[in-house]
């Protein structure tokens, strides 16, 4: 069954516009980090396809990994606060440094997590590049280093981002209709 017509009122970024965002972030990763050998961490399942986009225009000798953060207790290995961190395969972390790619930072409280996740098994350095950035629900300090956009205070779907884990595969992002919530 295909998702309602009108599941989405507003378009905010065209799937061409996010494409330009990851490339101008994959450039700017690339610039910072060459001859560091990062590591990019991809978390699931929200940030997959900006971060296959990233990775497309990160040019310089990386690792790329997986990891699982949810605000829910879930069948996972390690927890902190209110975030659950499930790595999918363990990876080497110590002195490495970290991008954490994320589709959105929201409150921030998923990026605090993982940051303090890594840093406390002796990563070197930690940056998030997050495709969009929503400051004004930030409830703590952290604040990405890399942002694709800076959206509005409104709940959207699509690129990866779902509501009750559909519509992920919406190829552009917009607001939900209120009337499917
Ligand atoms: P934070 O910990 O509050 O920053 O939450 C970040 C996570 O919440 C993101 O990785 C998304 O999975 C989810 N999220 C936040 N805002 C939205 C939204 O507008 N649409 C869909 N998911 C969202
Ligand atoms: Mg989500």
Redesign the pocket.
């Given at each position: 069954m295909a998702y309602p017509k009108d599941i989405i009122v507003e378009v905010i970024y065209t799937e061409e516009e996010l494409k330009t965002f990851a490339k101008q972030l994959g450039e700017q990763n690339t610039k910072d980090y060459e001859g560091k050998y990062p590591t990019l961490v991809c978390?699931l399942k929200?940030a997959v396809p900006f971060f296959s986009e990233l990775i497309k225009h990160v040019t310089c000798e990386c690792e790329m990994e997986f990891i699982k953060a949810s605000?829910y207790i879930g069948n996972t290995t390690t927890t902190i606060g209110n975030v659950t961190i499930s790595a999918v395969l363990g990876f080497p972390i110590k002195d490495r440094d970290i991008i954490i790619v994320?589709?959105?930072?929201?409150?921030?409280?998923?990026?605090k997590e993982l940051t303090k996740y890594f840093l406390n098994l002796g990563a070197r350095s930690v940056e998030i590049c997050t495709l969009l950035d929503?400051p004004a629900r930030r409830t703590c300090s952290t604040f990405p280093k890399y942002i694709g956009a800076e959206i509005e205070d409104k709940?959207?779907?699509g690129f990866g981002?779902?509501?009750n884990e559909k519509y992920r595969n919406i190829p552009y992002v917009g607001v939900i209709n209120p009337k499917y919530i």
């Open positions: 978390t929200g605000s994320e589709d959105i930072v929201d409150t921030g409280l998923t990026c929503k709940f959207i779907i981002l779902d509501y």
